[in-house]
């Protein structure tokens, strides 16, 4: 009989003698302090920004144990496993995230690193039998979504993309939840086929100009705590400059991709699970944008038009360059009705009939229950692929620069070799997926 490792022992105890596959969390824990064996140890990779949130989580978490924290930064990680350890968590700090995986007991792994290191490190824990915790966007490529799935159909891990707006809290600036716009979406009320615009006029900002990069910067020297050549992995090498690897990455195509990479798939997931759209992607998209754009510091764009097979339609408006041509207008409109922000409807009495509409199915909102039952979470490997496709599929149409014609089947585009090329980048070598 095979051995059972921790990650199986926890499901398996979770799931005897219940008569049904998703738990409450008022079943799966014990009354008061639950005992060291009952916890589930979670490590972090990158403790930035993000990653300090990513701690503060775990910590706060009676059910979770921060058990190690990787970063390639010396004075991040080292400070970041004493904050645990203060807080009563045994935490080791490591630089390379293939020693920690390899070294220590965890069964989460939390990937919370600049983009292009995405897919390596989910691929890498969900190998070696953890389950992840995942920053968006889901990868830096369309061709790293897919691998990362077919990682975790493999393992037999449960993912969880980190953002959540189809599962529960107000959606931006839009006034409302994502929940009655689905069920007033999905009852037909509004007609179809649907437009839904996303901009600032509509309760959404791009960060278009926030995240762009700095063309011709002189060279600077590698900090003495910063791992430089473990920071690139598998993008190309360039000279170090501090723009390139604060926060502003998201400003150069080898790491990101500009306010769509920082905001795509928390603004177009919902759109997604509203419009029922979730395994399957646009087929045609444009963009305007100033062109040719820059090979490697993220530009300035004005707007993505996506259309689906079926005529629905999501336009994307950054408000910072050319027409402004979704103001006023609302956020999503049918032959039959529209809704505006704060959930405004016309005709006005559409607003009301969402109560008397049937919920949403069922979807796991807590990843300690999906850890524990082996059920997938709500926003996960598959219907997150789809959304994160949503973005690589608008950068893609910004850099080229023209209409792209897409196939949701295969994930690739139609008789247009470049734009293949941009979905599915090689890495620097060794870095490999295989």
Known sequence: MAAMNRRDFLAKSALAGAGFTIIPNSVLAKPGRPGANDKINHAIIGVGGMGQGHIGQVLGDPQAKLVAVCDV?????????????KAGHPCKPYMDFREMIDSESIDVVRVVTPPHWHALQNIYALNAGCDVWAEKPMTRTIAEG???????????????LNTWFRLYGGFYGLGT?????????????????????ISQHTGFHWKASMWMGRVGEAPQPVPDDLNYDLWLGPAPWKPYTDHRTSGSFRGYWDYDGGGLGDMGQHYLDPVQYMLGKDDTSPVEIEATAPWPQHPDAVGIWGQVYMKYADGCKIILESCEWGEQETKGKPYIEGPLGKVYQGFRTDPPELADQVKYLPEMPPQIKDFNVSIRTRQKFGLNELNGNRSNILVH????????????????????????PEANRLADQPMRTPWSLM
């Open 73 to 85: 930064r010396k004075s991040r990680r080292e400070a970041s496993a004493q904050r645990a350890i």
């Open 146 to 160: 897919q691998s990362i799935a077919e990682a975790v159909r493999r393992n037999g891990r449960v993912f969880r």
């Open 177 to 197: 939840p994502v929940d009655p716009l689905a069920r007033l979406v999905r009852s037909g009320l509004l007609g179809w086929p649907l437009t839904v615009r």
């Open 393 to 416: 599929l608008a950068n893609i149409a910004i850099r080229t620069g023209r209409k792209l014609h897409f196939d949701p089947e295969t994930m690739r585009f139609i008789n247009d």
